[in-house]
């Protein structure tokens, strides 16, 4: 009896060993985050009926600071067609992410995620990572890093049926 | 038989208590890697006194950081 009892303990102890630390990354089909539940610096702009891309990034991160105006091209190209890009940074300092917006102006709307928590429940598993939800506010492809063209390429490809769709 | 359990029990308690002081950084949490705190040259004074200390016990002056081949000839 014990023995069983001890066999129960000992593989939860284990599993709890094996799986801490993992993290999941949100889904496809997944919603939007309710914004209000986090802690924001800066204004999150109307995304209802919007194709939205919510770009993950930090001042500490080269390739996000490559990759703006790039997505900011994209932005100015299809805003007239409902696309929104959305900015969460994960700077931890307040004056890192305002003398980074002032040095270099991603060309989008961006917001500092203060607390990292908006960061943990979207649990991007590279820096930068974009999420990009359809108008219904379903999360449909989610993007690790920016390699260039490739990236911005392949971005058009997803991004452009989901602008055709009605809202 | 229960001491081979008790046993087994101590070595699992061990193994969870060592595996609980692992942290995964996360890749939002990098930051605090690239913090200008995080540099190992971030004091001169510290680094000056550590290159003192190195060649006074090595007696190596210079040994770090100068060109050259190390023969002592130049």
């Keep these: 009896m014990w023995s069983v009892k001890f066999r129960n303990v000992g593989s939860v102890v284990l599993l709890g060993i094996l799986t801490a630390g993992l993290a999941l990354a949100l889904e496809p089909g997944d919603t939007l985050p309710k914004w209000g539940d986090f802690e924001l610096e800066g204004k999150v702009p109307d995304l209802e009926g919007k194709v939205v891309m919510v770009d993950v990034w930090a001042s500490w991160c080269a390739p996000c600071k490559a990759s703006f105006p790039a997505y900011a091209k994209l932005q100015q190209e299809w805003a007239d067609q409902g696309f929104v890009i959305l900015g969460i940074s994960v700077d931890k300092k307040s004056k890192d992410y305002a003398r980074f917006l002032k040095q270099t102006p991603p060309g989008f709307s961006t917001v500092r995620d203060v607390s990292q928590k908006l960061a943990a429940t979207l649990k991007p598993p590279a820096m930068p990572t974009s999420f990009i939800f359809g108008r219904d506010g379903k999360l449909r492809k989610v993007h690790k890093g920016y390699r260039g063209d490739r990236t911005v390429e392949l971005l058009r490809s997803e991004i452009e049926p989901l602008l055709a769709e009605s809202p | ?74």
């Design chain 2, 1 to 74: 038989m229960i001491k081979r359990q008790r046993f087994l029990l101590l070595f699992l308690a061990a193994v969870a208590l060592v595996f609980s002081g692992c942290q995964n950084v996360q890749p939002w949490e990098k930051g605090l890697l690239a913090d200008y705190t995080m540099r190992a040259d971030r004091d001169a004074m510290h680094d000056a006194m550590s290159e003192h200390i190195y060649f006074s016990r090595e007696a190596s002056s210079g040994g770090r950081g100068v060109g050259a081949s190390g023969c002592g000839c130049n």
